[in-house]
């Protein structure tokens, strides 16, 4: 199981001077979070954690409740976890003392229905002397069965799928009063300012 779950929010790429090298480096923002509730076997039919980021409080004199703008779930739990999780007082950077390594889990940036020259980095043709051929989708390489096989390189859609490194790196943390901020090396999946799921 593992020792702790965050969310997380990327922001920008940036790289820092380490052991004679420069190296590339992903800034994510921690957020204020908290579990709250699980989700069991008997009611709704899995095991889950439910966390909620950037709460919102209303108007209590007026019988408004609480609402979360954010909430995502951990499915990667077990029945001791709920036991060990009363003895975490905050879910914030303090949970990943001592850890090197991560996991990381999110969205790609879709891109779209883009073309082979995109989707597949397909070479130009001639653009001169009366070539139609510039960015034509070149020969199918199949005589028969007379159709296109499956698996041939064509135009579709482009990401936005869930994608899942492992063992990423933290170079540094910085913990201030006003934000918790963590340096992974490489790139991470998702865009500015979206939300990723941290395993450690």
Same mark, same amino acid.
Request: hydrophobic share 40%.
């Given at each position: 199981?593992?020792?702790?779950?965050?969310?997380?929010?990327?922001?920008?790429? *940036?790289?820092?001077?380490?052991?004679?090298?420069?190296?590339?480096?992903?800034?994510? /923002?921690?957020?204020?979070?908290?579990?709250?509730? !699980?989700?069991?076997?008997?009611?709704? =039919?899995?095991?889950?954690?439910?966390?909620?980021?950037?709460?919102?409080?209303?108007?209590?004199?007026?019988? /408004?409740? *609480?609402?979360?703008?954010?909430?995502?779930? !951990?499915?990667?739990?077990?029945?001791? !976890?709920?036991?060990?999780?009363?003895?975490?007082?905050?879910?914030?950077?303090?949970?990943?003392?001592?850890?090197?390594?991560?996991?990381? /889990? =999110?969205? +790609?940036?879709?891109? =779209?229905?883009? %073309?082979?020259?995109?989707?597949?980095?397909?070479? %130009?043709?001639?653009?001169?002397?009366? +070539?139609?051929?510039?960015? @034509?989708?070149?020969?199918? %390489?199949?005589?028969?069965?007379?159709?296109? @096989?499956?698996?041939?390189?064509?135009?579709?859609?482009?990401?936005?799928?869930?994608?899942?490194?492992?063992?990423?790196?933290?170079?540094?943390?910085?913990?201030?009063?006003?934000? @918790?901020?963590?340096?992974?090396? %490489?790139?991470?999946?998702?865009?500015?300012?979206?939300?990723?799921?941290?395993?450690?």
């Amino acid at each position: 199981m593992n020792k702790a779950w965050l969310i997380v929010s990327k922001k920008e790429m *940036t790289k820092i001077w380490q052991n004679g090298k420069f190296v590339p480096v992903t800034i994510v /923002q921690i957020h204020p979070q908290e579990i709250i509730r !699980f989700k069991t076997e008997e009611k709704d =039919g899995y095991l889950a954690a439910v966390v909620w980021v950037d709460k919102k409080e209303l108007k209590k004199d007026r019988w /408004q409740k *609480t609402q979360y703008s954010k909430t995502i779930e !951990f499915r990667n739990i077990d029945e001791n !976890f709920v036991n060990e999780y009363k003895t975490w007082t905050n879910m914030d950077i303090n949970l990943l003392e001592g850890v090197k390594m991560v996991n990381i /889990q =999110g969205i +790609s940036k879709g891109k =779209g229905f883009q %073309w082979v020259m995109k989707r597949f980095h397909a070479k %130009w043709g001639p653009k001169t002397h009366g +070539s139609k051929f510039h960015r @034509q989708i070149w020969s199918l %390489w199949n005589r028969k069965p007379r159709r296109v @096989q499956k698996g041939h390189p064509h135009a579709g859609r482009m990401w936005g799928e869930q994608i899942t490194l492992k063992n990423i790196k933290i170079i540094d943390k910085i913990n201030n009063k006003d934000e @918790q901020l963590l340096l992974l090396k %490489w790139s991470i999946p998702g865009s500015y300012n979206w939300f990723i799921k941290l395993f450690a």
